[in-house]
Structure formats: structure tokens, C-alpha cells
């Protein structure tokens, strides 16, 4: 580490060599050994300074940029978690490594991020979100346990229903609403409403490429009772899930009229 970056805090010698992966501060001068915690390390200036510019890079679509400052900043903070998902679009998305995304995913399962790192992913997520649908449930994961507060309740709301309807609505199959992410909109909607993704779902009945509406192919009957039975039920389970409230009475009455008129309209 360079000598500018810390200084020891005994004989206050820049002389200093830094171990990241153990976070250890060694002074050459003195001898003073010191452990640094992921805090100390990620408020550093250089961190700081590298952390934005990667950040900024990355929103710009310059991504050989940010891979430089995401690098610097592990230089000195190893775990620093926006750093992380950098490296890990870039080697997923510039450098074709598959599964990239999903091994930073379980490398942070157990980090304890902090609060100006969710801030940052959330930039990063938001921005490359065009991207990101097959990782969804990875990424509800993600925040849901990492903003659990009371007061993280209407953020975590707004963050969801910014990203998810964006998911949905490009989906190219009925097949992304498995019964885990089912069960994740279930919770999400009982936590906090997320009424724009429940919006969402209920007008990708009509949507979805494997509805029947896109196509009118209802004289597949099969294919249309799986799209009933799959889709369309689970997602009045979503909806069922809401607190009461004014989008829930409204959207419950639009479900109910989709759903019926899907069974006349199939036969099924």
C-alpha cells in the first residue's frame, strides 16, 4: 500500500505495509501492528475517491474505467462490496466468464455491507438492470437482507418497483415466475406492498408471450390451462398477499375479471 494511504497511528510513519485480506497495518518503522475493520478501510480517502469514479464509470457504460477504480479500491478494501459487482459485470458481460455475477453473489452472502455501499448498488443495479433479469431472485436476496430496519421499509419499496416491473416486462417466457420468486413477490408484497410490481404481473397476463391474448392461440387449450394454472393463479396469490389498501381492492377486482374472462375466452 502506498505510504500516503494510512500512516501508523503509534509513531505516525507513513513507512507502513498493509496486509488487505488480513486488513493488518504493519509500521516499518516502529513495529506497531494494527487490524483495520471493513469501515475504517471503505471510509478511506483513496477508497472513497476510487469507489465514486468506479461508480461513475460504470453508470457511463465506460466499464474499462470502472474496472480500474473498482480494482484500486480492493487494493485497499478486498470485500468492499460495489467494487465487487464491477468486476464481476465486467468479467461476466466484457470478458464472457459465465456465472461471474452468481459467484460474487454468494462471495457477499455473508459480508456485512454497509450503508454507502447499498446505496452504490443500487446505482449499479439500476443501471445495468437491462441486464440482470436472470440474477432477479439473487438480487431481491441481496437487499431484502440487507435493508431489513423499519425504517428501510419504503426505500426497499421504491428500489423493488423500480427494477422488478422492468424485469417483467421483458421476460420472454412465463417461466421466470418460479415458485421461489413467487414466493419472494408474496413476501415482498406483504412487507411493503410493491404495488407497481404487482401492477406488473397482473398486466403481463395479457402480455407475457406465453399468454394466449399475444398470439390468440386459446385452441391450444393444454397450453393454455399450464399458462392458467402457472401464471396466472400465482400471481393472484402475489396480489392476495397485499395489505389492504386502495391498490389492493382495485387490483383484486381487475384480477378476478382477468381471470374469468381467461376461463371463457379458454374454455378451460
Not at 505495509?17 to 478501510?41: D, I, W
Not at 480492493?74 to 470485500?79: F, G, P
Request: aromatic letters at 14%; one cysteine or more.
Amino acid at each position: 500500500m502506498e505510504n500516503e494511504i494510512l500512516q501508523c497511528r503509534g509513531c505516525g510513519s507513513t513507512n507502513v505495509t498493509f496486509n488487505p485480506k488480513m486488513r493488518l497495518l504493519t509500521c516499518n518503522q516502529c513495529g506497531r501492528e494494527e487490524f483495520y475493520s471493513r469501515a475504517t478501510l471503505n471510509a478511506n480517502g483513496k477508497v472513497v475517491l476510487a469507489r465514486k469514479n468506479a461508480v461513475n464509470f460504470f453508470v457511463e457504460g465506460k466499464y474499462e474505467e470502472a474496472r480500474h477504480y473498482a480494482m484500486d479500491v480492493l487494493n485497499i478494501s478486498m470485500d468492499n462490496v460495489p467494487a465487487l459487482f464491477i468486476i464481476a459485470f465486467y468479467d461476466e458481460y466484457v470478458e464472457k466468464r459465465d456465472d461471474s455475477i452468481r459467484l460474487f453473489f454468494s462471495q457477499v452472502d455473508d459480508v456485512a455491507v454497509e450503508y454507502e455501499e447499498l446505496q452504490d448498488m443500487k446505482i449499479l443495479i439500476k443501471s445495468s438492470a437491462r441486464r440482470l433479469s436472470s440474477f432477479e431472485e439473487k438480487i431481491i436476496e441481496f437487499f431484502a437482507k440487507n435493508m431489513q430496519a423499519e425504517e428501510d421499509k419504503k426505500e426497499l419499496c421504491d428500489l423493488f418497483d423500480s427494477i422488478c416491473p422492468y424485469f417483467i416486462a421483458r421476460r420472454t417466457s412465463s417461466n421466470y415466475l418460479t415458485d421461489n420468486l413467487k414466493d419472494m413477490y408474496k413476501e415482498l408484497a406483504g412487507y411493503c406492498g410493491i404495488p407497481k410490481t404487482c401492477f406488473a404481473l397482473l398486466k403481463s397476463i395479457d402480455t407475457n408471450p406465453d399468454s394466449p391474448y399475444v398470439n390468440n392461440s386459446f385452441f391450444l387449450q393444454s397450453k393454455s390451462k399450464y399458462f392458467l394454472d402457472n401464471y396466472i393463479v400465482p400471481i393472484g396469490e402475489v396480489l392476495d398477499a397485499m395489505p389492504d389498501n386502495e391498490f389492493k381492492g382495485k387490483f383484486i377486482g381487475v384480477y378476478h375479471s382477468k381471470y374469468n374472462k381467461f376461463k371463457v375466452d379458454s374454455g378451460v
